[in-house]
């Protein structure tokens, strides 16, 4: 009995559930099919427009196809260049200098047209399916107006008097020497405000005076720099991408959930292949001293320096050096300071800089922020978590170092040494550092000069490229907007002490270069085979004398030496 109700009840089971499957047949079919639909609109109108952005297919044709999938445009097999076209003009009518101050807001094509397609795609705006059937109209340069970052600038100068020691002829034929002074004013272009998709910052400055000293046959001898010192960086918005979602509202996108959405879809293509760089090789550590290394992790996965992108080809600055730590792993400040910003900031994610004296040091993609602006911060104090925020292709630390305003490879302070065979002659790439110096708006910038500059220190068997590092260190690459930029190009490498008094003063370019490459030949001689190349030339200790004193003469040189060495390449 109990068999046969057992399979009564499984046949009744059965009948039951064959009938239950024909009533609810058609509505499955109808839930899956629209699950359907929904997948296949969704990798129309999202998916392949940016997997061919982002350059998932093999051939450019297919390329360009997917990205126009869905409109009723003609196919423009050259709208990544007109993008990418687009894209480079955010830095138009900026000096290097200018450029440098808003490295943070550089503007990434493949975002651009993402953006563009979005904007003048209904479907984007409409959670609608059957709104997709409307024609898609692109505007590449009307959408790149509407969204590309705006700057204000403001009028400085940075003032040097500098004691400087002049030989002088005394009574019969005595050497005799005496104090002077010189004063030099550069003028200089400062970031006030910068206004983009994400939010408006206004940068207030203060004017601070550094002074150095050193001994000379004069005695001794004082330098006071005094200039407008970057103070806090404060956005003006409460909430980041408050203008961004204006637009949004402007396209017709005024539903809150639906502006978070397409602004999480695009934060998607704000890459700058952070962290995909050359590396340090395995075994190096890094040697806490006047600097705290910034985090728990020494494994370098993007050093500083020049590096080419991998889809439009072109050399970038990579300003820092990136440091692959796990999301929330400490981040510490690398010396006392004041914090001058601590929130969001375009491709850097979250971002710390703080402000010690002549130095600024940066924390980049952070997870999260544990300081504020303005805040007093001590020297391996914890300041944040790292992260994987803004332009970041993985979990990192991206660290910087900027003295005087410019950028200085992180590891020299660190222990670990730039390896410089300046002794060994090179020939000067004229055409390259023709580009490179006339973006930094410098005197050098002329075959003319070049060709002296490769002439000598090919006499002498010296790189040139240390002899353009020099003049940066020195003269700042002589910019051309220093009120005495042609006098000072008749002597940027400063030999005899200086351009403007004594002998240095009555020098040509030509000149002044000869006796700059015989005096690093001359400086060389005798170094200690531990001893780093352009170190010796400033090592108090070098028997044969110093081509300059002063702490950062050394960094800054190397700096530039190993930056104008991969431009080379």
Partial sequence: MDQWMKQALKRAGRKAGLALLKVLAPYVLTIVGFVLVLMLGYFIIFEMPKQAIMETYEHAKDQVAGFFYGTKEEEDQQIFETYQRLAERWREGLTAE?????????????????????????????????????????????????????????DAEIITVKEVCVQKEGKEGEVEYAKSTVT???????????????????????SETLTETVSSPCGTLTTKVTQDKLQQIKPMHKEDWEPLREI???????????????????????????????????GWTPLSGDLIWPTKGDRITSSFGYRIHPITGKKTLHAGVDVGVPIGTPVYAAKAGKVIFADY?????????????????????????????????????????SGNTGGSTGPHLHFEVRVNGNTVNPLLYFGYTVTADILTY?????????????????????????????????????????????????????????????QIVKNPWNVFGSWKEGKGSTLTTKEAAEIAAKTIVKLSKGKPATVNSIAWLSDPVNPSGVYAEGGDWVGNVSNFYQMLSELRD
């Fill in 345 to 385: 900031m375009g491709k850097a994610g979250n971002a710390i800089m703080i402000q010690h004296e002549d130095m600024e040091t940066r924390y980049y993609h952070l997870s999260k922020i544990k300081v504020e602006a303005g805040q007093e911060v001590q020297a391996g104090e914890e300041i944040a978590e």
């Fill in 98 to 154: 200018e450029e440098f101050q808003v490295e943070p807001y550089t503007f990434n094509w493949e975002w651009l047209a993402q953006v563009d397609r979005s904007l003048n795609d209904p479907s984007f705006l409409n959670t609608i399916l059957d709104d997709y059937a409307k024609e898609v109209v692109l505007k590449p340069e009307e959408t790149f107006e509407e969204v590309r970052p705006k700057f204000k600038w403001n």
């Fill in 248 to 282: 949004l509202i402007a396209h017709g996108a005024k539903r809150f959930e639906d502006q978070d959405f397409l602004l999480e879809y695009w934060l998607s293509y704000l890459s700058d292949y952070d962290g995909e760089g050359s590396g340090l090789n395995e």
């Fill in 184 to 206: 030099e004013w550069q003028p200089v272009r400062l970031l006030q405000q910068a206004r983009t998709i994400q939010n408006e910052y206004n940068y207030t400055y203060t």
């Fill in 426 to 486: 090179r020939p000067l790439n004229i055409s390259v550092m023709l580009e490179w110096l006339s973006k930094r708006n410098s005197m050098l910038a002329t075959k003319e000069i070049l060709t002296m500059i490769d002439d000598a220190a090919k006499a002498q068997g010296v790189d040139p490229y240390l002899l353009i590092a020099i003049t940066g260190a020195e003269q700042g690459f002589v910019p051309k907007t220093n009120k005495y930029a042609n």
